[in-house]
Structure formats: C-alpha cells, structure tokens
C-alpha cells in the first residue's frame, strides 16, 4: 500500500541554519502531498501542499517541490528560528481522502 | 477560517466507563471527518473515516464496537470509546475536510484530546 517515509530525528540546528527534512513516499496513484506541522501541546497545522508534480509548496519561509522522478517531498528552509521547533510530519493523500502520515521529525532550533 | 474543535482536551475516566469525544467545524461543513489516534512520539494513524449520515468506515483492526463513530451533522462527529482500559490511553485526533474534490483537499485538524484511563 501507500506509505511515507520520512528522516529520523531528532534533528538539532542553531538559528539561522538551513533545514532540510527529507520524505520520501510510495503510491499507486498520483497523491496530493503536504506537509503538517504540530507545536508542543498543540495539534496538526498544514504547513504546505503540493497537487501535482513538480508543484512547489510555500508558506512562512519553508518550501517543498513534489518531485514525481524521485518519489520526493523534500521539505527547506533558508533560515530557522527557535519559533521553527516542532514536529514535522510528511503525507500523502491518496484517492479517497486518506492521509498516509510519516513517522514525524522533530526540529529543534537552539538559539 | 477552517477551524475545528475538540472536546474535552482531557479526560481521564476509569477502567469500563465510557468517554465521549466531540469534534467540530466551526465555520464550515464538512461532510467527511476522519479520526486518528497518536501514541507518544509517534505518528498519526487513522481510525476510521466518517461521512455524514452514513455508517463510518473503519481501518483494519480498530475495534467498531469499542469505537463508535457517529456523524450526524455537517459540523458534528462523536467518538465514544465504550468499556475503555487503560492500553485505550492515547491522543486522539479529529479532522475534517471540506466538500470538494476529496482526494486535493486539506484536512483541518482540531487540537487533540487526551484520553487518560486508569
């Protein structure tokens, strides 16, 4: 079946380092992608989605491209804050609305 | 916009009562809401998807009977853990999607309860 595979963290940057948290999917289908975020006590926000491939996901300075090639959904950012700290989570949406989670990678930016 | 709402955040019960869990959409209807369980530092699976009016469709080996899902309202789905013990303790997680194209859309998470059986 569908699955998301994401890197293992915990993954420990200082302010202003460059993010990647890499995600890696299989599917049957052509799924939509995103990305979810989920600060401490709080529950799943979507960060970013991408439809189609070679679409790019943007918000808050974070971007991923859904690369049909390499089955990727690589999530960046240029610049991370202490206010970045979370955890991620990669998915995918397969034809019948069902999200398919990744593990989660927590980010913890030090200042 | 595209809020949803749990209640309550936490409820600690004891071993053979049952807890009743409420998600809502708050500004919108959502005629499919879906429910997740969490377990400590882990992901999110999914326990059964609701539509409105019609029977929830459960995810191999979650219990119907243990988790009873009902969705009577474009803004309403109740899941109430019956007869719960304590491997029942987790994080679980509501959703729902807007009427659209399905597969494309965005679930909207509520913020999570806490379930805590002793």
């Known amino acids: 079946g569908d699955s998301v595979t994401q890197m293992e963290g915990p993954v420990t940057l200082s302010e202003e380092a460059f993010l990647t948290i890499n995600c890696t999917y299989t599917a049957t289908g052509y799924p939509s992608l995103f990305w979810y975020v989920q600060y401490p006590g709080e529950g799943l926000q979507l960060l970013l989605k991408?439809?189609?491939?070679?679409d790019k996901g943007s918000n808050k300075g974070f971007e991923a491209t859904y690369r049909k090639e390499t089955t990727s959904f690589h999530l960046e950012k240029g610049s991370v804050q202490v206010s970045d700290s979370a955890v991620y989570f990669c998915a995918l949406s397969d034809n019948t609305g069902k999200l398919i989670f990744g593990q989660g990678t927590t980010l913890q930016v030090k200042p | 916009g595209a809020v949803v709402s749990q209640h309550p955040s936490r409820v600690i019960c004891k071993s053979g009562t049952s807890v009743k869990i409420e998600c809502r959409s708050l500004?919108?209807?959502?005629?499919?809401m879906f429910w997740y369980r969490q377990f400590p530092k882990q992901s999110l699976m999914l326990m059964a998807t609701s539509n409105e009016g019609s029977k929830a469709t459960y995810e191999q080996g979650v219990e119907k009977d243990k988790f009873l899902i009902n969705h009577a309202s474009l803004t309403l789905s109740t899941l109430t853990v019956t007869s719960a013990h304590p491997e029942d303790s987790s994080f679980y997680i509501c959703?729902?999607?807007?009427?659209?194209?399905?597969?494309?859309?965005?679930?909207?998470f509520g913020p999570g309860t806490r379930l805590t059986v002793l």
């Open positions: 500004d919108f209807q959502a005629t499919t």
């Open positions: 959703s729902a999607s807007t009427p659209r194209v399905v597969s494309t859309d965005t679930q909207y």
């Open positions: 991408a439809t189609k491939a070679d």
